[in-house]
């Protein structure tokens, strides 16, 4: 696929997430089938550049290009030096933010906040295009602030004319959060509309899903969010059923703990073996969600206070589990109790 200037493997995205979209998980998803993974948002406020968080979520080191930044932020001048950091330190996509949900993010007007002032998007865009003149700028959106403002078509126009050189869209409103379904009708008004390059997210979480999607949207590629944490294969199992309209088979209880011990040092290299031990428990609960007799190791493992003891407990939960079986087993009373914000979907 040729997107805004460059050859990728195909039209499946990583979205951002925050806490999530590191390094280590965009590698992973990219040798798991994505075309293109989109950072965790990095802020625009200069004041924190030095600081130990922007500076992982700026680490591209060794990372399959094209490298894609996405910056957060409500002051045109401090975005547009934001993006030219950013693609002074590698990043050969900047993507602006103004999909964000999270309170925290609204609260100070950035994110999807913005969508309820037209003008301010309009400011935000030409500066930062106009910043980084030879780099692509992207768009990530919402339909709107809520059902009753859905203003995404505005948007597109006034991206479209800030010279933003594609279009994301989750197909909700900010004040649906990540509650009721996408709205694939809304996204195709915007593909239909659309002069730029158009990206449908929200909802997409089997092979089936993304091709109904394509097909009801007409968009020029997909982003996946949550559905790939724990997941990455996902790209694969979507990448073969667009293409062949088969199904890949399940992966066996072997390959999924092998992903998972090669992404948990990952972690532990890229944030320190303290750091990396907490990080780990989140994505150690998204891989073992569905597994049989999850839920009692994930509480047991959520207590383990370093890498051997972690390492170690991964290593008995799946030995054990491919002594009954060595396909993913699925039990359906298992749940995934992780509410919290990060991992959402920029």
Same mark, same amino acid.
């Given at each position: 696929?040729?997107?805004?200037?460059?050859?990728?493997?195909?039209?499946?995205?990583?979205?951002?997430?925050?806490?999530?979209?590191?390094?280590?998980?965009?590698?992973?998803?990219?040798?798991?089938?994505?075309?293109? &993974? +989109?950072? !965790?948002?990095?802020?625009?406020?200069?004041?924190?550049? *030095?600081?130990? $968080? @922007?500076? /992982?979520? =700026?680490?591209?080191?060794?990372?399959?290009?094209?490298?894609?930044?996405?910056?957060?932020?409500?002051?045109?001048?401090?975005?547009?030096?934001?993006?030219?950091?950013?693609?002074?330190?590698?990043?050969?996509?900047?993507?602006?933010?103004?999909?964000?949900?999270?309170?925290?993010?609204?609260?100070?007007?950035?994110?999807?906040?913005?969508?309820?002032?037209?003008?301010?998007?309009?400011?935000?865009?030409?500066?930062?295009?106009? &910043? +980084?003149? !030879?780099?692509?700028?992207?768009?990530?959106?919402?339909? *709107?602030?809520? $059902? @009753?403002? /859905?203003? =995404?078509?505005?948007?597109?126009?006034?991206?479209?004319?800030?010279?933003?050189?594609?279009?994301?869209?989750?197909?909700?409103?900010?004040?649906?959060?990540?509650?009721?379904?996408?709205?694939?009708?809304?996204?195709?008004?915007?593909?239909?509309?659309?002069?730029?390059?158009?990206?449908?997210?929200?909802?997409?979480?089997?092979?089936?899903?993304?091709?109904?999607?394509?097909?009801?949207?007409?968009?020029?590629?997909?982003?996946?969010?949550?559905?790939?944490?724990?997941?990455?294969?996902?790209?694969?199992?979507?990448?073969?059923?667009?293409?062949?309209?088969?199904?890949?088979?399940?992966?066996?209880?072997?390959?999924?703990?092998?992903?998972?011990?090669?992404?948990?040092?990952?972690?532990?290299?890229?944030?320190?073996?303290?750091?990396?031990?907490?990080?780990?428990?989140?994505?150690?609960?998204?891989?073992?969600?569905?597994?049989?007799?999850?839920?009692?190791?994930?509480?047991?493992?959520?207590?383990?206070?370093?890498?051997?003891?972690?390492?170690?407990?991964?290593?008995?939960?799946?030995?054990?589990?491919?002594?009954?079986?060595?396909?993913?087993?699925?039990?359906?009373?298992?749940?995934?109790?992780?509410?919290?914000?990060?991992?959402?979907?920029?």
């Amino acid at each position: 696929m040729e997107f805004v200037g460059f050859s990728l493997r195909n039209n499946l995205f990583v979205a951002p997430m925050a806490g999530v979209t590191d390094r280590p998980f965009r590698q992973l998803c990219k040798k798991m089938g994505a075309g293109l &993974a +989109v950072s !965790e948002m990095v802020t625009s406020n200069s004041l924190l550049y *030095g600081s130990a $968080k @922007t500076q /992982r979520r =700026a680490n591209h080191d060794g990372e399959v290009k094209p490298i894609s930044v996405q910056i957060a932020g409500s002051v045109p001048k401090m975005m547009a030096d934001a993006a030219r950091h950013n693609v002074e330190r590698g990043a050969q996509i900047i993507d602006i933010n103004m999909g964000c949900p999270a309170k925290k993010i609204c609260n100070v007007m950035a994110g999807s906040a913005l969508l309820k002032d037209e003008t301010l998007v309009g400011q935000i865009l030409e500066a930062v295009v106009q &910043a +980084v003149p !030879e780099t692509p700028v992207t768009l990530k959106i919402r339909t *709107g602030w809520d $059902k @009753t403002s /859905r203003n =995404a078509l505005n948007i597109l126009k006034i991206a479209e004319q800030s010279g933003i050189r594609a279009l994301a869209v989750h197909g909700r409103t900010r004040a649906c959060g990540y509650t009721g379904h996408a709205e694939y009708e809304t996204i195709a008004e915007i593909k239909a509309a659309a002069q730029i390059p158009v990206i449908a997210n929200g909802d997409i979480t089997s092979p089936e899903k993304a091709k109904h999607v394509l097909d009801v949207t007409g968009v020029d590629a997909l982003m996946i969010g949550r559905a790939a944490q724990g997941r990455p294969w996902l790209f694969r199992e979507i990448e073969h059923f667009l293409a062949t309209g088969t199904h890949l088979p399940p992966p066996r209880v072997s390959e999924i703990h092998a992903i998972l011990l090669a992404h948990l040092d990952d972690l532990y290299a890229f944030y320190g073996v303290e750091t990396g031990v907490r990080v780990a428990r989140k994505h150690i609960s998204w891989y073992t969600k569905g597994l049989v007799g999850s839920a009692a190791f994930r509480h047991h493992m959520n207590l383990l206070p370093d890498v051997a003891t972690q390492q170690g407990a991964v290593n008995t939960f799946f030995l054990s589990l491919a002594e009954h079986s060595e396909h993913l087993r699925y039990d359906p009373t298992d749940n995934n109790n992780s509410n919290d914000s990060e991992g959402l979907a920029a």
